[in-house]
């Protein structure tokens, strides 16, 4: 039997499942759950993860161990608290804000929020008002019997369908580096799906370092998504001859391996290989063969000292405005704009006049998000008179090209493909003017 120190809940207790409250991790004389470092609003992470346990020095987690005694959890009344809702500071233990309906962001700053303060957009508001019936997880496809907001979890990337909230918690940690949308295969859905209590752990997919590991816990939709298909009776038919490989890192694309000759460096049937990688995949190898990264855990933000909590000019904007910005309605991270940071927004601008109108940006507006060292540019992207919605860029903060914040300096930089965050297209501002006055009231 296990006690975590902090939170004081037992292994028998329901206190031991590595999936919700993470893996035991014990130094010295100290046992904790490993969510219980990540979520303790006031535990600050001070060292590598060579220092303490990973990187929570042993100081601060005693002097945690110590405060917590003196807290005591809104939902089961026993003391021990060490999660506090960011926007109330109503007080929990980490396993009873996982359990009960607290949403949790596994990134950044790993901040909480309490069930009646947790950020609600447009599309979850929808959820909550009307639970979609007869979904099915795309994860186990079995039915989903209660589509409750806190009990599935979805792609904001595609908002394609839903999974069970243990199933996509499961799946997170068991594809690591390699995790995409199971729906639309995109891979920023690694960080999004992080805003919805799913821990996503930097490093190789579990399988890799245990081989074997879970690989019973998801099962794939078969489908081809090599860019030419050429099987005659389309993309998910498999049979003998149209056998499907699946990637053998993010497990949700496929090939049929006859559309894969020709292509990746197979020239015949023969030369395919029985560990099929995906090109996305091969990218990301690549890519982190090229910067070495050897922290097997993911870095948690502040709070800056263990005097305080986060820092009070890091609250998130809630906007309570029920009109939805064209720019960012997509997407709920943006509702986390830290106002500590430059961050501002021009007036509407005019259609483009001339040629050199349409060489510059014309800009909605700038952020950052809490937790993340890059300037998000939200660009009108326009055909002639016409508004076809919003590019959303981002810049790392060290880019030279954004050193100059100022509107003047940003309109004129240079873009390129690969600044290109996500498109929001449903922006026709200059031709429906009405639509544009009841968002500026
Ligand atoms: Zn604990
Ligand atoms: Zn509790
Ligand atoms: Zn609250
Ligand atoms: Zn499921
Ligand atoms: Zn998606
Ligand atoms: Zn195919
Ligand atoms: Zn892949
Ligand atoms: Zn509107």
């Not at 207790?13 to 999936?19: A, I, L, R, T, V």
């Not at 009873?96 to 009646?116: H, K, Q």
């Not at 290109?420 to 009405?434: G, L, R």
Request: aromatic share 10%; hydrophobic share 30%.
């Amino acid at each position: 039997m296990k006690t975590c120190d902090i939170c004081g809940i037992k292994s028998h207790e329901s206190g031991d499942d590595p999936f919700m409250f993470g893996q035991w991790k014990s130094l010295s004389n100290v046992t904790v759950h490993y969510f219980c470092l990540l979520l303790s609003t006031k535990l600050p992470q001070r060292g590598d993860d060579s220092v303490g346990i990973l990187g929570f020095l042993l100081t601060d987690i005693r002097k945690e161990i110590a405060q917590a005694r003196h807290r005591k959890c809104e939902y089961c009344s026993k003391m021990g608290a060490n999660v506090s809702c960011h926007k109330c500071g109503d007080l929990f233990h980490m396993p009873c804000a996982v359990t009960n309906r607290c949403t949790i962001e596994f990134c950044g700053n790993f901040i909480s929020y309490c069930d009646t303060c947790r950020p609600l957009d447009d599309y979850k508001t929808q959820i909550l008002k009307n639970p979609p019936k007869k979904q099915s997880c795309v994860i186990c496809f079995e039915t989903i019997h209660s589509c409750y907001l806190h009990c599935v979890s979805y792609g904001d990337c595609c908002r394609l369908g839903f999974a069970h909230m243990m199933c996509m918690r499961k799946y997170a940690m068991s594809s690591g580096y390699y995790l995409r949308c199971p729906w639309c295969r995109n891979s920023k859905f690694r960080d999004l799906i992080r805003l919805q209590s799913i821990f996503v752990p930097d490093r190789d997919a579990a399988w890799e370092l245990e081989p074997n590991a879970y690989r019973d816990l998801h099962r794939s939709v078969f489908r081809c998504d090599q860019e030419e298909c050429i099987c005659p009776k389309g993309r998910q038919f498999t049979n003998k001859t149209w056998s499907i490989l699946m990637c053998k890192f993010c497990t949700v694309s496929g090939v049929h391996s006859k559309c894969l000759v020709g292509t990746q460096g197979v020239d015949k049937i023969s030369d395919i290989p029985k560990d099929f990688k995906c090109t996305i995949c091969v990218q990301i190898i690549k890519s982190r063969a090229e910067n070495l990264e050897t922290s097997l855990y993911i870095r948690k933000n502040g709070p800056k000292s263990s005097e305080g909590a986060a820092i009070d000019s890091q609250e998130p904007v809630f906007s309570d405005d029920n009109c939805v910005d064209p720019g960012t309605s997509n997407q709920e991270f943006i509702s986390l704009t830290s106002t500590s940071l430059p961050s501002n927004t021009s007036s509407l601008p005019p259609p483009p006049q001339s040629d050199k109108d349409k060489e510059r940006l014309w800009i909605q507006k700038s952020f950052n998000v809490r937790g993340e060292p890059f300037l998000y540019l939200v660009v009108y992207k326009t055909d002639g008179p016409k508004c076809l919605g919003t590019c959303t860029y981002r810049f790392h903060e060290d880019d030279p090209r954004i050193s100059d914040k100022s509107f003047e300096a940003l309109e004129l930089i240079e873009v390129s493909e690969e600044d290109i965050w996500f498109y929001h297209d449903d922006c026709h501002y200059w031709e429906e003017n009405k639509h544009l006055d009841s968002c500026q009231q």
